[in-house]
């Protein structure tokens, strides 16, 4: 081989080498599971506009309330589904069902209830903290990622869950906002420390 085909040969190397980096950062990245989940959760907004505890039988699985109205809990359950196709529905029904003491016992039940088990905030709380994604209560800001999920203790001792948002508090710019349904239908809030704490987790799909 000649010389100059030597350093055409070398050349050519080096274009082909820079072609996929080249095409990579022509390509957008994908969005990451966070940014999946909080999106799926603010589609809610403007959807959602009710809130309504009533019980209602469900199909199963997917099983879910008219999409104009539901409670914090099917936010998440809604916002799962959405973005990944993963349906808490079913995941919660069947832990409870073959590890049911692990459960609270709040309502009194004596068997799982797949109309309802999922929607209950103790319920997901359960099972967010059987899974292993339980993370420490905190009131340092650099500890919330934007799909974290915050359970809170609303006056009167009624449990609430929130989505972490990526947007940020007006008032506060290091302060996340919250996505929920606190009751008046699925909204952005800055409510993150509003209520107590009561759980933190990080439930990232399989």
Same mark, same amino acid.
């Given at each position: !081989?000649?010389?100059?085909?030597?350093?055409?040969?070398?050349?050519?190397g080096l274009l082909?080498?820079?072609?996929?980096?080249?095409?990579?950062?022509?390509?957008?990245?994908?969005?990451?599971?966070?940014?999946?989940?909080?999106?799926?959760?603010?589609?809610? +907004?403007?959807?959602?506009?009710?809130?309504?505890?009533?019980?209602?039988?469900?199909?199963?699985?997917?099983?879910?309330?008219?999409? #104009?109205?539901?409670?914090?809990?099917?936010? +998440?359950?809604?916002?799962?589904?959405?973005?990944? @196709?993963? #349906?808490?529905?079913?995941?919660?029904?069947?832990? !409870?069902?073959?590890?049911?003491?692990?459960?609270?016992?709040?309502?009194?039940?004596?068997?799982?209830?797949? @109309? +309802? #088990?999922?929607?209950?905030?103790?319920?997901?709380?359960?099972?967010?903290?059987?899974?292993?994604?339980?993370?420490?209560?905190?009131? @340092?800001?650099?500890?919330?990622?934007?799909? #974290?999920?915050?359970?809170?203790?609303?006056?009167?001792?009624?449990?609430?869950?929130?989505?972490?948002?990526?947007?940020?508090?007006?008032?506060?710019?290091?302060?996340?906002?919250? +996505?929920?349904n606190i009751g008046?239908?699925?909204?952005?809030?800055?409510?993150?420390?509003?209520?107590?704490?009561?759980?933190?987790?990080?439930?990232?799909?399989?």
């Amino acid at each position: !081989m000649t010389t100059i085909s030597r350093r055409a040969a070398l050349q050519l190397g080096l274009l082909c080498l820079a072609a996929p980096a080249a095409l990579a950062q022509e390509r957008p990245a994908e969005p990451d599971w966070r940014s999946k989940l909080v999106e799926a959760a603010r589609e809610q +907004i403007g959807v959602t506009t009710l809130y309504d505890p009533t019980y209602v039988r469900l199909g199963y699985p997917g099983g879910d309330v008219a999409p #104009d109205r539901g409670v914090c809990t099917d936010v +998440i359950v809604r916002a799962y589904r959405r973005a990944f @196709n993963l #349906d808490l529905q079913k995941l919660v029904h069947e832990d !409870m069902a073959a590890n049911f003491a692990a459960y609270p016992k709040t309502w009194g039940l004596k068997a799982t209830d797949r @109309n +309802i #088990d999922h929607r209950r905030v103790g319920n997901l709380a359960a099972f967010f903290g059987r899974k292993g994604v339980s993370l420490a209560v905190s009131e @340092n800001l650099a500890d919330f990622q934007p799909g #974290d999920l915050v359970t809170q203790m609303l006056p009167g001792n009624l449990p609430h869950i929130v989505i972490i948002s990526s947007e940020r508090s007006a008032d506060v710019p290091e302060r996340p906002l919250v +996505i929920h349904n606190i009751g008046a239908g699925a909204r952005q809030e800055d409510t993150l420390f509003a209520f107590r704490q009561t759980g933190h987790y990080r439930f990232a799909p399989a």
